[in-house]
């Protein structure tokens, strides 16, 4: 069966400091692979999503990047945090016109 | 472009009241439809979907129904537990592309 791993599960991270987030799919090949993010009592933000090896769309203009070395390895990245990266980050994945799987999440708190 | 607009929270029930939430889609063609939940701290977990007009997708005594003529989605149980208290998302994907895209999420509570 498919399955999804995320970590880490939380992070407090300083000011300036970089980041970097990795997810995992197991169980299936050429997936679709998203990054979300979750501000507090807020929706879900599309940041990022990836349709194959190095193919990465932005959604959102920002200090945060993403990379895809591999088919069902999708990593977050960013040089120097804001305060404003704080949120809850989620990663999915889909297969094409399916439903989304979602890890369980990374709570950043930067301070 | 695909947007998915669904009502406001919180919504705030006593048990075993009826719950419905609204949800509207704007997209072309025939998107695949679904409802998620997410309980706190936790991610997303489907909770039904729908890939055609007039299919009803159903799980734990949730229902939704997908009605092409009013592009809706709306999420309904007849009975709510104090166990349901979670944000909901509806979402959308499109035939022809990948972007998944979510409604704002609307945030149920559900009083004993």
């Known amino acids: 069966s498919q399955t999804i791993h995320q970590w880490p599960a939380t992070l407090v991270q300083p000011v300036g400091s970089p980041l970097s987030l990795e997810c995992t799919v197991e169980?299936?090949?050429?997936?679709?692979l998203y990054w979300y993010r979750q501000a507090a009592g807020r929706g879900l933000q599309l940041l990022f999503y990836s349709v194959g090896i190095g193919q990465i769309s932005s959604e959102v203009p920002q200090n945060l990047s993403a990379s895809r070395p591999q088919d069902r390895q999708f990593i977050l990245s960013s040089k120097k945090l804001l305060l404003s990266d704080s949120g809850f980050y989620l990663c999915?994945?889909?297969?094409?016109?399916?439903?989304?799987?979602f890890g369980q999440g990374t709570r950043l708190t930067v301070v | 472009g695909n947007s998915v607009t669904q009502m406001e929270g919180p919504v705030t029930l006593s048990e075993e009241a009826f719950l419905t939430i609204n949800c509207t889609y704007t997209?072309?063609?025939?998107?695949?439809l679904f409802w998620y939940v997410q309980y706190p701290g936790e991610g997303l977990q489907l909770l039904l979907k729908a890939t055609k007009a007039d299919d009803k997708g159903s799980n734990k005594g949730f229902e939704a129904t997908y009605r092409k003529e009013t592009t809706s989605f709306h999420l309904e149980k007849g009975s709510v537990q104090v166990s349901d208290s979670a944000v909901y998302f509806c979402?959308?994907?499109?035939?022809?592309?990948?972007?998944?895209?979510f409604g704002g999420g609307t945030r149920v509570l559900v009083k004993p």
């Open positions: 997209a072309t063609g025939y998107p695949s």
């Open positions: 999915a994945w889909t297969l094409w016109r399916s439903e989304a799987f």
């Open positions: 169980g299936t090949s050429n997936p679709n």
């Open positions: 979402a959308l994907i499109k035939a022809a592309g990948n972007k998944l895209t």
